[in-house]
Structures are given as C-alpha cells and as structure tokens.
C-alpha cells in the first residue's frame, strides 16, 4: 500500500481568511515558511518556500487553487533519489469547509511516495510538518503567534 495520510484542524476564522493565509506569500512566511514565500497560490502558478530549519528553497507546483475552498500543489518527495532518476512528486491537498459554528476545518491530504521504508519515512515526517503548519496557522490567525520559528532546530 502506497503511503499517504490526511491531517486536519479547525481554525477560529472565517473560511476565507484561512484559505488567504495559505495563498498569499506574505501571510504564509510569518507563520510556516520562516524563510519565507514567493509567489501567490494560484493555479498554474509555480511558487517557492523556503525554511529556516530545512535550508534552501523548495519549488511548488500549484495544480488548482480555488478559493476559498481549494488547494492542490505537487513538489519533490522528501525520500531519497537513486543516481540516475528524478525525484518522485508528492500531491497535497488543502480543503478548506464552513462549520456550524463560524471556524473553518482544514484538512490536508499528501500522496505519492514510495512502498518502501524510505518512502515510509518520507510521510511521516511530511505527515508531522502538515499537522504542526495546522497549528501554526491556527496560533497565527487566532493570536498572531509564530509557532514554527526554532521549532526543528
């Protein structure tokens, strides 16, 4: 069986505004990408994150933004490439739904390594920073607070 997971979390904001922080580079370099974003979410587009604690910038291909209620981005798995190959690409997915009660529920869903330990491996670390960038996100729309800063380093 292929590795995949989905995470998710519930923000005390308005879809909206979630979804907008996760689009807009700027947003997105206070709380997640602490060495910051270029380029705006937005379908077709290829943007770049770069982070403090895992140096150098990582390319994002955006296969579908929908706002405010979709996310789907493709970049190079984390999992070791044999000499010769191309890295394999891993397909995130951000949903972004209404509740009841005013806050807005994101799931994030990534597929796309390999059945092998390293791609095993590769997922749950992947699986790890998704869940921390949800209560990132969270400490930064609800209280302006930067989560991810030092977080792995």
């Known amino acids: 069986m292929e590795p995949q997971f ?15 922080a996760v689009a807009d580079p700027a947003q997105l370099s206070h709380y997640f990408t602490t060495g ?8 077709g587009a290829t943007v770049y994150w770069d982070f403090h604690d895992f140096p150098g ?9 929908t706002a ?6 493709e970049w ?4 070791p490439v044999p000499e010769g190959e191309s890295p394999r690409r891993t397909r995130v ?20 390594w390999a059945a092998t330990d390293d791609g095993f491996r590769a997922s749950y670390g992947n699986c ?12 930064w729309l609800e209280y302006g607070i930067n989560l991810r800063e030092g977080m792995y380093r």
């Open 76 to 79: 190079d798995s984390n999992e």
């Open 6 to 20: 989905s995470v998710f979390g519930h923000v005390g904001q308005p879809v909206a505004e979630v979804y907008e």
């Open 57 to 65: 910038e990582f390319p994002v291909q955006i296969i579908e933004a």
């Open 93 to 112: 997915t951000f949903a972004f739904s209404a509740t009841d009660d005013g806050r807005t529920r994101v799931e994030i869903t990534e597929t796309g």
């Open 128 to 139: 790890m920073g998704w869940s921390q960038m949800l209560c990132a996100l969270k400490a």
């Open 36 to 43: 910051g974003a270029r380029g705006r979410v937005a379908t």
């Open 68 to 73: 405010p209620e979709r996310i789907v981005l």
